[in-house]
């Protein structure tokens, strides 16, 4: 008995494990399905016109990406329920065994208290007794043999009702089995789709490959721009911020001599009243006062502290710490990552991408992905116009808007509208935001700071 209560104990944690990956696994498969709604409204939106696009492409990619995962997850919830049937089962055979036993002990104990109470009266069993003490020990006999058949009656139907509790769960599992399988077949047959389209985008795209790279050579050229200009602008806030790091430090360092120029005068007036005296005494007080000039002087040296205020210390620390936390600039998907990647239809062609790009819908607004200060709106032929916000060390660029809601000098806190993304109706509406991070003036991969 106590074998089969420990199989059953082992058999209830295992449940539980499943169930919190089961759970897990249901968030997933939410996150997927949310993501794979927002492809296909970027897709219908992009999608007016018969006219394929890279960004489509891409937008699909990303799509077939996301339903993969959930056809994972699906199937990986199967497995965990298939667990919990045979979990389930075995505890139903457990309980079954369990309560066939018990069934067996009470119909030996009615059969047995049914034969002594033909053959012997209870209270002739109790007062036949030799003495006080031998009937004592018989009414408590009687009395706990009462007590143990109501117990193993109420065991009973407490196992009858666990068994019954086990053959639902064992119901319900396999129904959720089922909607799960089925669900998969669904996805599945989507995921082909989505494959075929896919292909048919390549095979109609790869006919444009002159136009693709003309459409290539003048967007790198646009984005070289743009990135020289961004690079510039933050080197001239660098130097700037420099500048006024070492105005401070000389303005410290005048500071200190002002007071050592003080200190001197009244020590020469200290002097000139001793010099009286002896000869010997001045020629001392005077060498002291030098060594200790120089000693003071030599203490303000130029500080080399961080240029950076307190106040932005605070708020690039605090920027650092929510590495891959950080909210997205636009709610969309990265049609172009960071870094160097091969076309996804030009063959022997690298893309160099110094930020991401992020597709979102019409008429989406770009957000501060932190708190900070906007240091730079400007606006470049072609490029639309762009927002450079600083965290302390750290700086954010925002561009292709159409529109800024924010002036240079602003404080902005995270999740801000900064501007609208333009919208490109002679590209088949694509809404697409240029995404950049800067630690200092080195470049950093943005994605790597978002929330997955």
């Known amino acids: 008995m106590r074998y089969l209560l420990f199989i059953c104990v082992s058999c209830c944690i295992a449940l539980s494990a499943n169930a919190q990956n089961i759970n897990d696994l249901k968030k997933k498969q939410q996150q997927a399905k949310e993501k794979i709604e927002l492809t296909n409204k970027l897709l219908n939106e992009t999608q007016t016109s018969k006219k394929t696009t890279v960004s489509n492409l891409s937008v699909l990619k990303k799509q077939i ?12 919830e199967i497995s965990l329920l298939d667990n919990n049937l045979q979990t389930l089962d075995a505890q139903k055979t457990i309980l079954e065994h369990r309560l066939a036993i018990m069934k067996k002990e009470y119909a030996s104990l009615v059969y047995h208290a049914y034969f002594y109470k033909n053959k012997y009266n209870q209270y002739l069993f109790i007062f036949s007794s030799n003495s006080f003490s031998q009937g004592f020990r018989r009414l408590r006999y009687v009395e706990e043999y009462s007590k143990y058949r109501k117990e193993q009656s109420l065991q009973i139907q407490e196992v009858t009702n666990q068994l019954s509790e086990k053959v639902n ?11 799960v399988v089925k669900g998969t077949k669904i996805e599945s047959q989507k995921l082909q789709v989505d494959k075929e389209g896919k292909q048919k985008m390549l095979t109609e795209l790869s ?3 002159k136009t693709l790279r003309d459409q290539l050579k003048q ?12 690079d510039q602008l933050i080197a001239k806030e660098i130097a700037n911020a420099e500048r006024k790091a070492e105005a401070k430090r000389k303005k410290a360092a005048a500071l200190a001599a002002s007071k050592e120029q003080k200190a001197t005068t009244t020590q020469k007036t200290t002097s000139a009243a001793t010099k009286a005296t002896s000869t010997g005494t001045k020629t001392t007080s005077t060498a002291t006062k030098v060594t200790t000039t120089a000693t ?18 605070l708020i690039a620390g605090g920027f650092e710490k929510n590495i891959g936390r950080l909210p ?21 062609v690298e893309v160099n991408n110094k930020g991401i790009y992020i597709q979102a819908q019409q008429n989406a ?26 965290h302390g060390n750290y700086r954010t660029v925002y561009a292709n808007l159409t529109s800024t809601y924010v002036k240079v000098g602003d404080k902005v806190n995270a999740k801000q509208r900064l501007g609208k993304i333009y919208v490109d109706v002679e590209n088949n509406n694509k809404t697409e935001l240029y995404f950049m991070l800067y630690k200092n003036s080195t470049l950093d991969n943005p994605e790597r700071w978002l929330s997955k």
């Open 65 to 76: 990406d996301e339903r993969e995962n959930l056809i994972s997850a699906l199937n990986s």
């Open 169 to 179: 769960q064992l119901a319900q599992t396999k129904n959720s089995k089922e909607t």
């Open 207 to 209: 006919k444009k490959e």
């Open 219 to 230: 967007q790198q050229k646009q984005a070289n721009e743009l990135n020289n200009k961004i």
């Open 296 to 313: 003071r002087v030599t203490t303000v040296s130029p500080s080399t502290s961080s240029i950076m205020t307190k106040e932005e210390d």
């Open 328 to 348: 997205w600039p636009a709610r969309g998907v990265i049609t172009g990552h960071f870094g160097i990647h091969p076309h996804p239809v030009l063959t022997h």
């Open 365 to 390: 607004d770009a957000s501060s992905v932190y708190e900070g200060e906007v240091t730079q709106v400007f606006a470049i032929p072609g490029s639309n116009n762009a927002i450079i916000v600083k």
